[in-house]
């Protein structure tokens, strides 16, 4: 069976406004947790002095939310902080196969090629200007330039009208802009949609609303696991988790975890004891993927990367959340800069932000305009629509070395995981990932003030003490290695016993974002599907078992999954967009 500790969505479910998103956030922290009601909200936001992480609860996990991009790490990557079958040397690591395959298992790739946005007939005719304001940021201003190393990046996003591996079916992509909040118009090729619904064609059952406490060998000696595992389980949410009592204890022979970089390490921590030890690495080599976020406002040509709630879905144009890449990971200093869409429910937020930002950032350069009497022009604080028109937000990828921590705080009524990074605000990636922002700006002649995340920086210009960082691709924490003196699994993603560094737990598995023991320094779903994929086909193998007959899937009939709300499929006429309050003072 399949546990989810989040909730089922489906299309029309998913905030689409500044008023519905608050009902999906759930914050814990350092500070005292705030919505502790909505421990199964969709944003799942862990804060601490140096980094804030966001994840996500769903059936689907990350896949709900994240840009579908899928995009091989480099080959340098692979190296000696990797376990030796999958270093960059070894004849059958990911690039054997593995990542092509899973790139078209995913949907990401097919006969044709890659799944990209020159595949949408709308952007055909006529480019999305997002797209075409990241192509510019990567030319050179010289004549007969080229792009820089710029490219469209692959999609799991459904550009054109179909029907999945799985046989759901999927509408081609509105270009609405609201990937990153949920996709309400059955658009995204994530999780629930094709891989989860193969699993239950093949008679798997799957769970929502079920957090797993603890795991614990049913012989209860770390020694003889060969019983198999008892895993307590308790209802995410709190009042039927208070109405049933003592959690729900599953038995399992085989138990994969994959609740991500945080969750799993938090349950190997609740689940350890002197009798059933872990690595001492467990919690370690934590890594932000080196993320980083950053706009550039006002720029000289329309970019129209915010949508706009109160435009109807039809008619914002503005695309899936990514589209394109600027690739220059081959650099002395590695980075790789995407181009992002802002969803309609952040869009007051991020244009009050901005503005605010490049208010800021004025008041650090000299004014030589001439001044005349009376009032000016144009309001410096008050919101101009036009400019975030041309305003353009971007995520940044490195390699941040992988330095953090994860912990079991259990103090200020909050019990759950924190990462412990003091330095991380401090890391020079981040000042030379904004430093090659501002060179392409330059070089580039697109205009425009560039603007950091205001949490970490309030200027451009350096400062010295830095607040939090943002990620939305927390790795490691359950690092693979080759014994456990190095890490907390090995290259199959077997959990290291610690009484003997090579051997494991018999069934005791982890796949997912916490096994990858350094950043990639790129989206990291599709190298996470790739070694997920590799391990569970060799595991199949050693456990004897046989792999799953594809002729139940081929023989489904198409499955139009049920609407919840809101759908592409809706007149305009019922996306009329409402008319605003205008308060004069």
């Known amino acids: 069976c399949v546990l989810e500790r989040g909730n089922e969505y489906l299309s029309g479910m998913f905030p689409s406004n ?33 980094l804030n992480t966001l994840v996500a609860n769903g059936l689907g996990g990350g896949s709900l939310i994240n840009a579908g991009v899928m995009v091989e790490a480099r080959p340098s990557v692979f190296d000696h902080r990797w376990p030796k079958e999958l270093q960059h040397h070894h004849p059958e690591n990911l690039f054997s196969g593995y990542y092509e395959s899973t790139k078209q298992l995913l949907e990401a790739k097919d006969s044709h090629g890659d799944n990209t946005i020159e595949r949408h007939q709308h952007h055909q005719k006529d480019p999305l200007k997002k797209h075409l304001a990241l192509k510019r940021l990567a030319t050179q201003n010289t004549s007969n330039s080229t792009p820089l ?39 995204k090729n994530s999780l629930d949609t094709n891989l989860l619904v193969k699993a239950f064609q093949q008679g798997v059952e799957i769970y929502t609303g079920a957090t797993v406490r603890n795991i614990q060998p049913i012989t209860g000696t770390a020694n003889n696991t060969a019983g ?18 003592s959690p729900t204890k599953i038995i399992a022979k085989k138990v994969i975890l ?144 992988a330095l953090g921590s994860l912990q079991l705080k259990k103090d200020n009524g909050n019990n759950g995981i924190q990462v412990n990074w003091p330095s991380l605000s401090s890391h020079s990636l981040f000042d030379n990932q904004i430093n090659t922002l501002q060179g392409l700006l330059t070089t580039s002649n697109v205009g425009g003030t560039l603007l950091t995340n205001p949490m970490w920086q309030l200027t451009s210009t350096p400062q010295k003490n830095k607040g939090p960082l943002l990620t939305v691709h927390p790795l490691g924490g359950c690092a693979m290695a080759d014994d456990a003196s190095l890490g907390v699994v090995n290259h199959l993603g077997q959990v290291f016993n610690s009484q003997n560094r090579t051997t494991t737990h ?52 198409l499955t139009q999954r049920p609407v919840y709300s809101h759908t592409a499929n809706e007149t305009s006429s019922k996306n009329k967009p409402s008319t605003p309050t205008r308060i004069e003072i």
């Open 506 to 557: 018999e069934g005791l598995i982890v796949l997912d974002g916490a096994t990858i023991p350094s950043a990639l320094g790129a989206n990291p779903a599709l190298t996470i599907a790739a070694v997920s994929l590799r391990a569970i086909q060799l595991l199949i193998k050693a456990w004897g078992l046989t792999p799953p007959s594809p002729q139940k899937t081929q023989n489904c009939h």
């Open 149 to 187: 190393r710029f490219s469209s990046a692959p999609l799991t996003i459904a550009l054109t009208e179909k029907s999945n591996n799985a046989g759901v079916k999927l509408q081609a992509c509105n270009l609405c802009g609201d990937c990153a909040t949920g996709c309400n118009q059955e658009a």
């Open 18 to 50: 500044a008023s519905d998103l608050p009902k999906h956030i759930h914050i814990s922290g350092s500070r005292k947790p705030r919505n502790q009601n909505q421990q199964d909200a969709l944003f799942d936001l862990h804060t601490s002095p140096s």
């Open 258 to 401: 994959a609740a991500g970089a945080l969750g799993s390490t938090e349950i190997l921590m609740r689940s350890q004891s002197e009798n059933f030890a872990f690595s001492d690495q467990l919690g370690k080599r934590f890594s932000t993927n080196g993320d980083m976020l950053s706009a550039i406002f006002n720029q000289k040509k329309p970019v129209n990367a915010v949508s706009n709630e109160d435009t109807s879905l039809n008619n914002r144009h503005v695309g899936p959340t990514i589209t394109g890449m600027i690739d220059l990971r081959d650099n002395k200093i590695p980075v790789l800069i995407e181009e992002i869409a802002v969803p309609s429910s952040l869009h007051k937020i991020f244009r009050d932000i901005t503005t605010t930002l490049n208010s800021v950032s004025n008041l650090t350069t000299a004014d030589t305009e001439i001044h005349t009497k009376g009032q000016p022009k144009k309001d410096p604080l008050a919101v101009d629509n036009n400019a975030m028109k041309h305003t353009a937000a971007y995520v940044f990828m490195g390699d941040d070395g």
């Open 228 to 245: 198999g595992w008892c895993i307590n389980v308790v209802h995410t949410k709190k009042y039927l988790r208070k109405r049933e009592g």
